[in-house]
């Protein structure tokens, strides 16, 4: 049974490999198309509208919807097909998991369900943080705009300090606020890993107290659940 539950292991990971590989080319694929698309909207939309609008509104926010805006609706993309290939791929997991051992699945569920709970809210705030990035974005934007556009002018009121002060404290304003993002965000892996890592080895040994001391749990059979656990692991 031992080489059957490897040989399973082995065309299980060339299956899963050869579907990331397409998986993650088709994602990138249509990622750049719908940026594309969006792009030549947001464009054809720009030269729809009147001149009293563009004299109203800000020019850095502006470019910033072309540029910042669009990327990030990108990134919201590849995290929602990451999220389908990731649900396929658990599924998978989780039906194995349960052939092998339902009570360990039962406990393993639990356990990384209450890890997913804890670290939302950690998620959540990284969320709220990242809002304040376009608008930093979008005030440097506008600046940087208006310095190049009204250079003539600067040079013969002599006002390069006034502008100088006035870049750097919306670049500044970038950087704390990317800071403070970078600060939350990237506590969220190391934590999840030290607090997964901990629960796989718990469930290791109580399945050698409770399972394969009793005989009710073959060592093949908990080595192969460990791997299904460990390979769902992010």
């Not at 990030?72 to 092998?100: D, E, N, P």
């Amino acid at each position: 049974r031992l080489y059957r539950l490897s040989a399973l292991i082995l065309v299980a990971i060339c299956v899963r490999a050869a579907f990331t590989y397409f998986g993650q080319y088709y994602s990138l694929l249509a990622q750049s198309n719908l940026c594309d698309r969006l792009r030549k909207s947001l464009f054809e939309q720009f030269q729809s509208l009147s001149l009293s609008y563009y004299s109203t509104s800000n020019s850095g926010e502006l470019i910033n919807s072309l540029t910042t805006e669009i990327n990030q609706i990108k990134q919201a993309f590849q995290v929602f097909s990451s999220l389908i290939t990731r649900g396929s791929t658990l599924l998978a997991y989780v039906v194995s998991m349960f052939w092998l051992s339902w009570q360990l699945s039962l406990a393993a569920i639990t356990l990384y369900t209450l890890l997913s709970v804890g670290l939302s809210v950690l998620i959540r705030r990284v969320r709220e943080a990242s809002f304040d990035v376009p608008q930093a974005n979008g005030k440097l934007s506008s600046i940087s705009i208006q310095f190049i556009n009204g250079i003539r002018t600067i040079k013969g009121s002599a006002t390069e300090n006034f502008e100088r002060r006035r870049f750097s404290e919306a670049s500044n304003d970038v950087i704390k606020t990317e800071d403070r993002v970078a600060s939350i965000s990237a506590l969220v892996y190391p934590l999840a890993d030290a607090i997964a890592s901990t629960i796989l080895i718990f469930m290791v040994v109580i399945a050698f107290n409770l399972f394969i001391s009793q005989g009710n749990l073959q060592t093949s059979s908990l080595l192969t659940f460990m791997f299904v656990l460990f390979r769902m692991m992010p």
